[in-house]
């Protein structure tokens, strides 16, 4: 036999290695092919209008069931036409393949950007084995107007008003109208590219050819005007025509002093660019519409429609405008620098029908709508004479009784309104509609006059007007108190995000308070919040004074408040960085945030090194409204346990910027105030620390919880302190909170990191005062001012339950040390007669899972960790060998890595995948 010839045998074996090295090879492409690049973002948003980064940050994600996947390199093609991109020709950057596991916030490094201009993009990643994924679908962002010279756009305003109706509902009223500007045009192609960007301080609303332009509504975001203004870039190629055009500007004052604007339409017609911008021969007219109110703290009023002014067709193109005036010039524009607007528009949420709707005499009548909103209401009118007045009055709460704060409407009704009060005038026409358009109420009620019958349920309804915030995760657990808890939270969220900043209470004073810092976790876990956090940072920014004070509110810088309302700055800035991971936030804000540390130790150390402040009610508050020590009461905190809870927090405020430091390799900065607050820790605890009654200052919980969560308390005091707070709670407070805004947050954070999350069960299973299950009993749909209901019950002060229910009950947290949930924590805490829970969070990277289940002293935990992430899993259980996956020990399980036992938990960590735990759950 010829020794070269191969035997059968030979050929089997060669012929398998030949089809195995197939199989292996289409095994990878197959796994490559199931991994898919999707959710490609520019600046944090998909496809946006209105750039002006001059180098955007890009984001993507990768989708696959594939366990372990991991980002290995990256191609990013940026093409100057959708035709280049198609050919795989990044005419305007190509990054090649560059290897880093990033996919997040990657810096655009390519031509420089024009303004008005579309760019296409996508990306391709190579996985851990070094195979590439297709390339993603394509995606697109616009750029807005870069330069003050590329605006062409005048300033522009309205004559005074002279027509004689329009003076006469004006005078009548007390009302300021709103006004209407259109330009028209002509065209001899449709447009291959048109984008239209308005700038003014006035809320506004884009037509073109008679069809309002965006879902955006309240438009533009609330600023500080003399700061900073802003504008919006619309996409309207598909609006417009060949022929003849109309562009058109519906304005209300809202926050402005007065209505002017300037807008741009930049199109390319025949591969031609030309723009038309405002200016003097854009005509105007008043509307019908108006505003009545004074726009300030408790009278922000409503808005009037004059039925027998309006013009439906106004914006129609040919329209007769010989009636019309010209627009006049603005001068003398005092308003900050624009830039566009970087945070989500505001847009019309959910659509709440009435629930009742009942005559409460003296010819008013009562919708109910069986929930407190933010937000619109829209009433279809019965056929009414010419001229006849129906008043809507907008109320949060009402009483049988009369109450302090509430306003008697009807015969036996008490209502809590702020001069929340719409009017509409009829023309005598069928189908007549009043709906909102430039202002907004915070409402369960609205009180109807002016009609002749009970109006049906099917005329009217509630519209919620919120951020357009993407809606990132979910929670529910076995017990139904909790779950309504969590959905009484997130929906009072909603109701206080409008306008670009955290409202404290939408109908009285509108004003964006440092109460803000205590939803941050739960809200950032509910929505998408980025671009939101970003834009209300740098409202508190600009609004810093030269000495480094920060204002006890932003964007407008007015209020009470303390040390703990500034403090929003640094708080918000790091918790943005641990959940975006957006290093950039950090360098914006640093700066400021060291500069209002510096000048609070500026303060204390005029006053033996301890901050104090002012006497005065709202001018140097620590824990906000305690129960029973509210504003109904004359129970105010004392101003030394103002000062020890003021000096605890200022040490919180170093301890952050540390942090900030450290991430940021200022190492001088961080040895510098490691070492400044190691003294004043010392100095606090001397000074409040009452040594006979073991306690600082009082026996208030919040009074315990700051001086050991900021290391005040020395070691040695630390067990007897910790006991302390752990009788009040159960033995003073029979299971309740004693806390106000700040020291409810901070109280609940310290014991979930501390392992006494069974402490923060027992106050969130309390359906009795105080406590969110009293509020529920009460029948709340949104969240109180304070504990027992006085004031506003639409408010921001006790919205953060959702930051235990996620972080500890269904134990996602951010990991520091990966921040953006590169690396997610889970970590739930079984306590209680909670008995399974279900929840989820979309994070930059994907989404993560963490769902248990106990049945007797078996714990089940289904965990899901995305693509290019990783996870460090906490496991209640005694040992390795109690804990399986999938029913394979650890040690034989891919993906798992065991690193310690901590506290009665097994730690592991996991790469990308969909594991299932099961454990003999742990006794401690």
Known sequence: MNPQQPTRSRLVAILAVFLGTLVASGSADAAAEMARVEELRCEYCTAPVGIDAVSPRLSWLTRTDQRGWRQTAYQILVASSEENLERDLGDLWDSDRTASDQSIHVAYQGLPLKSSTRYWWKVRVWDQDGQPNAWSKPSVWTMGLLKPEDWKGKWIGTPPVTAENALTVAKAWNASPTIQFRQDFHMGEEPTSATITVNSPAYFELYVNGKKIGRDVLSPAVSKLDKQTFS???????????????????????????????????????????????????????????????????????????????????????????????????????????????????????EIPAVSVTSIGAGLYEIDFGKALTGWFRMKMPTLQSGTTVTMTFADTKSDSQKKKLSKIGDNGWYQHFNQISKFVSAGGEGEVFENKFNFAAFRYVIVEGLSSLPAKRSVKAMLVDSDLEHTASFECSKDLFNRIHEVNKWTQQCLNLGGYYVDC?????????????????????????????????DWRLLQKPDGGLPNSAPFGKGGGGPGWGGLLSAIAWRHFLYYGDKSVLEENYDAIRRYVEHLETISQSNGDILTGKTGKFSFIGDWVAPRRGMDTNNAPSHEARELFNNCYRIQQIELLIQMARVLEKTDDVNDYNNRVSEIRSKVHKAFYDVEKQQYVLDGQAY????????????????????????????????????????????MEYLRDIGRSDLVFTMFNQTTYPGWGYMLQQDATTLWEQWNGYWSQVHSCFTSPDNWLYQGVAGIQADASAPGFKNAIIKPDIVGDVTWVRSHYDSNYGRFVSNWQLEGDRLKMHVTVPANATATVYVPAGGMNDVSESGRPLDQTPGVEFLRIEDGKVVLRVVAGVYSFEAQKSSK
Not at 299 to 315: S, T
Not at 510 to 538: C, H, I, P, S
Not at 704 to 724: E, F, H, I, S, W
């Open 232 to 350: 919006i870039t619309y996409d309207v190629r598909e609006y417009l025509v060949a022929g003849d055009n109309c562009v058109g500007l519906w304005l209300g004052a809202g926050w402005a002093d007065s209505i002017i604007v300037r807008a741009q339409l930049d199109v390319i017609v025949d591969g031609e660019p030309f723009a038309i911008g405002s200016d003097t021969s854009w005509k105007t007219r008043t509307s019908g519409r108006y505003k009545i109110g004074q726009w300030k703290w408790g009278d922000f009023g409503g808005e009037l429609v004059d039925a027998r002014q309006v013009a439906p067709d106004w914006c129609r193109a040919g329209l007769d405008t010989s009636a019309w005036t010209s627009a006049v010039a603005a001068t003398n524009v005092l308003l900050g620098p624009a830039r566009n607007q970087l945070c989500p528009p505001n847009r019309i949420g959910d």
């Open 506 to 538: 939408p109908h009285r004073e509108r004003m964006g308070y440092g109460d803000g810092q205590v939803a941050t976790e739960g809200f950032m876990t509910n929505f998408r919040a980025d671009r939101f956090y970003r834009k209300w940072l740098t």
């Open 704 to 747: 315990y919880v700051m001086p050991l969560m900021t290391g005040v308390t020395p070691d040695a005091t630390r067990p007897l302190l910790l006991k302390k707070l752990e009788e009040n709670i159960l033995l003073k407070n029979t299971g309740h909170l004693d806390t106000g805004m700040l020291g409810t947050y901070f109280m």
